[in-house]
Structures are given as structure tokens and as C-alpha cells.
């Protein structure tokens, strides 16, 4: 690309993407580890079979149908106007800088979270602004506000619970930032379905805060990372915007089609959740007896830390067949929650690694000595 005259804020870049590699266990990107169901999986083909005749039409470009159901499944009083689907959460926070970012304006986000943030900011022309967290990953409602009104950003990005440390954002965290944000303030709940109970969503907030979007996801609790599927909710007046430059018929039929059928057996998919939570917590109280840091997470996954070398524990339990996720912090790793099996295969490789580094370490002051 050196020799094309791209965008200079584009130049050197590497485009996002975790390692994509054919292991035993792959618990590096927050997937669902459980299949669809097979009666979800059969009502999905059903529905696509259903609209395959019509593919010589364009398919609703305002895809009216989906967004109700979406609308029901959230609830909070919402409206088919006050939601917004899209090819997964990615393409609405794309749309949400489209239409409030760009040249001359300027995103906040509180780092470290969703790495996607600051390559969306820069392929729209927006300048990023890396936000500082507390040093346990926290937010308090004082920092945040007061970097928000230092910056003084066209939009907010707040992650809830937060990607890579699965902490949750309590809402007066949210209030301050609502209170002091000049722009658009995006709370991305890309994981809120595996919550701990009490923990509250930004949801709860929209009523009164128009400049309030709270994204999510199906990839996640809905195990459908496959169907590209993503949606807002907001004021109808935000959707209305992003009707603005959103791509013509930008959501497939197929894909609309398949959405709304595994909204339709919903209960079946989520029926999941409770037990990633399970390992989730599991691996949080597994680690801790390992003497290693380990944040505590609202999220299907877990970010641990302590670590001497953490590339080398990375490739060691890779080579074990178990891929995690080096998310660029040193000392840390995050692990998605899987099924028990995974966990128990992932618990035992840790143990390998932890104890081949523990006896080189052992070897290297004996030898020294």
C-alpha cells in the first residue's frame, strides 16, 4: 500500500482480527462455545428458505419487522422507532461515527476496552482521544467527568461490561458523563445478557437523555457471531440520523430473516447463558487460588494477570491446543468462558505452563548460583 495515496491517518495501520486457528479449544474470542440449537437451527433455515424465492427483490430496507422484535425483546418501553439493527454491533458504532464523528470531531473512549473503538474513530475521520481508567481498570464518576469535560468529545464511548476486563459501569459513572458529555455518549453492551444480577443497564437511562445510544449484540448470548447481527437502542431522533447514512437495503433479507427466528426462540438460546456464567465464575475462583491477578467480570470472560512473561504462556498454551486472547496488556491474558470441559482443558494447560515456567525460573538460580 506504501506506493497508493491513502488516507494519512491510515498509513502503517494493521487491520483488527484475532488469530483464527484450527485448536482443540478456542476460547480467544468471546464466542459462544454452545451450537445452536438444532430446533433454532431448523426454524433459522426455514425462515431463510422462506425468503430465498424473493432474493431477486432488494430486501426492507428499514428492516421494520426485526427492529419490533428487537424493540419486545429489550423492552424498557421501547419502540420499533427507537431501534436500529445492523451487520453486527461494529457497523452501528460505525454508522453512530458517521453520522456524529468524522473530520474535525473527536471520540473519547477509557482504555483499555473494545479494541475496535480507535480503528472505527480513524476509518471515519474522527480523532481519537485514549481516555485513562483507574489503575484496578475502574471508572469513578469524578475522573471520568473530568476528562470528558477537558476533551470535551463529539462522542463517548463507555463499554458495560467492559472489553477486555469485564468490569461493569455503574450508573452513576453513566449520569456523570450524561451530565457533562457536550455530544453523543455510546454505552456498548455488547455482553450485558451475562451480567451479575443487580447490575443495571444504561438502558434504564434513556428516557430524558436523547443523546444516550446503548449498542448490542447477538453474536454473544445468542451464539450467532456467525449472522452479523447488531442493534441500538436510542431516541428515535438518533435512528433517524443513522437512517441517514446507512448503506441502501444494508441488512439482507437472509439475514434479517434469520435474526428474527432466533429472536423467536430466544428462550432456547439464551438457555446458555446461566452456565457460561458458571465456568465464568469458575475460572475467576480457579485462578485466585493460583495466586494470580484476576479482575472480577460481568462479561463470558476473564482477564487474568501476574504473569512474568505473558506471550510465553500465551504460545505455551497454545501449543497445549487451548488459544486465548493476548489483548496487549503486560502481564495479562483473557480467556473466554466456555463449556465445562473447555475450562477443565484450559485449567490443566495453564497448570503445564505455570509449572514448566516456575522450573526453568527454579533451574535459571540454581545454574546462576
Known amino acids: 500500500m506504501s506506493e497508493l495515496p491513502i488516507r494519512p491517518e491510515l498509513a502503517g495501520l494493521t487491520p483488527y482480527g484475532a488469530p483464527q486457528l484450527d485448536v482443540p479449544v478456542a476460547l480467544n474470542t468471546n464466542e459462544n462455545s454452545y451450537p445452536v440449537p438444532a430446533e433454532v437451527a431448523d426454524a433459522i433455515t426455514e425462515a431463510v428458505r422462506a425468503?430465498?424465492?424473493?432474493?431477486?427483490?432488494?430486501?426492507?430496507?428499514?428492516?421494520?419487522?426485526?427492529?419490533?422484535?428487537?424493540?419486545?425483546?429489550?423492552?424498557?418501553?421501547l419502540t420499533s422507532a427507537q431501534v436500529w439493527a445492523a451487520n453486527g454491533s461494529n457497523e452501528v458504532l460505525q454508522q453512530i461515527l458517521q453520522a456524529f464523528g468524522g473530520p474535525g470531531r473527536s471520540a473519547l473512549g477509557f482504555t483499555p476496552d473494545y479494541s475496535m473503538y480507535p480503528l472505527l474513530v480513524q476509518g471515519t475521520g474522527t480523532r481519537w482521544i485514549p481516555g485513562r481508567?483507574?489503575?484496578?481498570?475502574?471508572?469513578?464518576?469524578?475522573?471520568?467527568?473530568?476528562?470528558?469535560?477537558?476533551?470535551?468529545?463529539?462522542?463517548?464511548?463507555?463499554?458495560?461490561?467492559?472489553?477486555?476486563?469485564?468490569?461493569?459501569?455503574?450508573?452513576?459513572?453513566?449520569?456523570?458523563?450524561?451530565?457533562?458529555?457536550?455530544?453523543?455518549?455510546?454505552?456498548?453492551?455488547?455482553?450485558?445478557?451475562?451480567?451479575?444480577?443487580?447490575?443495571?443497564?444504561?438502558l434504564t437511562r434513556l428516557p430524558g437523555h436523547q443523546?444516550?445510544?446503548?449498542?448490542?449484540?447477538?453474536?454473544?448470548?445468542?451464539?450467532?457471531?456467525?449472522?452479523?447481527?447488531?442493534?441500538?437502542?436510542?431516541?428515535?431522533?438518533?435512528?433517524?440520523?443513522?437512517?441517514?447514512?446507512?448503506?441502501?437495503?444494508?441488512?439482507?433479507?437472509?439475514?434479517?430473516?434469520a435474526a428474527r427466528a432466533a429472536i423467536a426462540h430466544a428462550g432456547a438460546l439464551l438457555s446458555t447463558v446461566e452456565a457460561i456464567k458458571t465456568q465464568r465464575d469458575r475460572i475467576v475462583a480457579e485462578l485466585d487460588t493460583r495466586s494470580l491477578a484476576v479482575i472480577p467480570s460481568d462479561a463470558n470472560f476473564v482477564l487474568f494477570g501476574g504473569l512474568a512473561d505473558n506471550r510465553a504462556v500465551w504460545q505455551g498454551l497454545l501449543d497445549?491446543?487451548?488459544?486465548?486472547?493476548?489483548?496487549?496488556?503486560?502481564?495479562?491474558?483473557?480467556?473466554?468462558?466456555?463449556?465445562?470441559?473447555?475450562?477443565?482443558?484450559?485449567?490443566?494447560?495453564?497448570?503445564?505452563?505455570?509449572?514448566?515456567?516456575?522450573?526453568?525460573?527454579?533451574?535459571?538460580?540454581?545454574?546462576?548460583?
Do not use: W
Open 133 to 202: 481508567r483507574n489503575t484496578d481498570f475502574s471508572l469513578s464518576p469524578e475522573r471520568v467527568a473530568k476528562q470528558v469535560a477537558e476533551h470535551q468529545p463529539d462522542v463517548v464511548f463507555l463499554c458495560s461490561p467492559n472489553n477486555p476486563t469485564g468490569t461493569a459501569l455503574s450508573l452513576d459513572v453513566l449520569d456523570a458523563v450524561l451530565d457533562t458529555a457536550p455530544g453523543m455518549v455510546v454505552v456498548d453492551e455488547a455482553y450485558a445478557e451475562f451480567a451479575r444480577a443487580g447490575t443495571p443497564s444504561a
Open 320 to 369: 497445549h491446543g487451548v488459544l486465548i486472547r493476548d489483548v496487549g496488556l503486560p502481564g495479562f491474558l483473557r480467556v473466554t468462558a466456555g463449556t465445562p470441559e473447555e475450562t477443565t482443558t484450559f485449567l490443566a494447560a495453564l497448570d503445564d505452563v505455570l509449572g514448566a515456567a516456575r522450573g526453568d525460573a527454579t533451574a535459571s538460580r540454581e545454574h546462576t548460583a
Open 211 to 257: 443523546r444516550l445510544v446503548v449498542t448490542r449484540t447477538m453474536s454473544k448470548a445468542f451464539a450467532l457471531a456467525g449472522a452479523r447481527v447488531g442493534y441500538l437502542a436510542a431516541d428515535q431522533a438518533v435512528v433517524d440520523a443513522l437512517r441517514l447514512v446507512r448503506l441502501p437495503y444494508h441488512l439482507s433479507a437472509l439475514t434479517q430473516a
Open 51 to 77: 425468503e430465498a424465492t424473493n432474493l431477486n427483490r432488494y430486501p426492507d430496507r428499514e428492516a421494520a419487522a426485526l427492529r419490533e422484535d428487537l424493540a419486545r425483546y429489550l423492552g424498557h418501553g
